[in-house]
């Protein structure tokens, strides 16, 4: 079955297609990812985004259950230079192609990843279509050219419905923006009592709660259009404990002056080194993002940079002078990437035992 890839600059990429049978339309961008595929796809960070995969092969050791970072992806699509024919692994319950097919996700294999890849790095993220070789490509041209995407998508993904993730420990609201579940299992590690929130709680409505803390999960889009939730976070910092992941991290820095902005490929694959800049350790972390925090805003804030990627000096984390805040823009959750980060959940543990010791001597 062939299919083609179109950019909006004109280019045309000729493949096969895999994964479900629909035109799809969206964001392409390009994870540098070895593994955690599975992981990638489902993560709702990539919420109307075709996901490039510059791994070569990608599929050879199929999905399972254990490895859904959402039960209902919306990932536009998947690119790959090949995809496995055989799976093999002990954990296997699915093939890849069948995984896409059954979440109506459309992929195409047998692209030049490495031209792709590099004309993303050289123009940026640009919209792109998978669409079936007999599809009139001027017409299809003309729908990619009139598309518009959204960038106001933390509602497509967060849940409508307060739901806990019960524990003994520590009480958390986890405001989901479009939350992994590798938080909740990292929270349930620590035996959190963990209530989880749309991405339109209020301050009024966490408080009522009396949680110990606060978590501001990662989701999709452009941070400065979350107007509610960043009067939501300048209120509770004033009285919890708040940590902030990816997108919460985001939306942390703007609630305190801050400004983001959009960057021209963005970090997608869990290979990116980031100094923390009190200690000087350097630590490889999984990350997903398009949007940063720009760093000359934050001089006239209350914030202070704790951590920054090696490579292009982006700020990776920031905490609040006087309140006890911070945020990471990556993903100490790892799923997909390695673990070398997730001792800060246990710093934000700390964080709120700080805190309840200070009430409970006041």
């Known amino acids: ?46 919420a109307n985004q075709i996901l490039v995969f510059t791994n070569p092969l990608i599929g050879n050791y199929g999905v399972n259950l254990d490895d859904y970072e959402s039960l209902e992806p919306d990932c ?29 996700i459309p992929g195409i294999s047998g692209i030049d990843t490495r031209a792709l890849t590099k004309k993303l790095r050289e123009h940026g993220t640009m919209k ?10 001027e017409h299809a ?30 009480n958390i609201v986890l405001v989901d923006y479009g939350s992994k579940h ?3 299992r990292e929270l349930a590690a620590r035996d959190c009592n963990t209530i989880v929130l ?74 990116h080194p980031v100094r923390e800049i009190a200690t000087g350790r350097i630590t490889f972390t999984s990350q997903n993002h398009g949007y940063a925090v720009d760093p000359a805003s934050i001089d006239n804030t209350q914030l202070i940079v704790t951590h920054k990627e090696i490579n292009d000096g982006t700020v990776e984390g920031i905490r609040h002078k006087y309140y006890p805040a911070f945020s990471v823009q990556f993903h100490p959750d790892a799923a997909p990437g390695p673990s070398d980060a997730v001792d800060i959940f246990d710093d934000f543990m700390h964080m709120i035992d700080i805190k309840k010791g200070e009430k409970t001597n006041a």
């Open 141 to 170: 041209f003309d729908q990619l050219h009139a598309t518009v995407l959204s960038d106001r998508l933390v509602a497509q993904v967060s849940t409508t419905k307060p739901y806990p993730n019960p524990g003994n420990k520590h």
């Open 76 to 104: 536009k699509g998947v690119i790959c230079r090949e995809v496995a024919r055989v799976s093999t692994n002990w954990r296997k319950q699915d093939s890849f192609p069948h995984f896409l097919e059954q979440m109506n």
């Open 198 to 271: 749309p991405y339109t709680a209020t301050a009024e409505d966490i408080l009522r709660l009396k949680p110990d803390g606060v978590l501001l999960s990662n989701g999709p889009g452009d941070p400065e259009v979350m107007k509610d939730a960043v009067e939501m976070i300048k209120e509770v910092e004033k009285h919890l404990p708040v940590f902030g992941i990816c997108l919460g991290h985001q939306l942390l820095a703007l609630a305190n002056g801050a400004k983001t902005f959009k960057m021209k490929f963005g970090h997608r694959g869990f290979n």
């Open 1 to 46: 079955m062939e299919r083609y890839l179109i950019l909006d600059d004109g280019t045309v990429f000729k493949g096969e297609g895999f994964g479900a049978k629909n035109t799809t339309t969206g964001e392409v961008v390009f994870t540098t990812g070895m593994t955690g595929y599975q992981e990638a796809v489902t993560d709702q960070s990539y």
């Open 128 to 137: 792109g279509s998978i669409i079936d070789a007999t599809d009139n490509l």
């Open 182 to 184: 590798s938080i909740l």
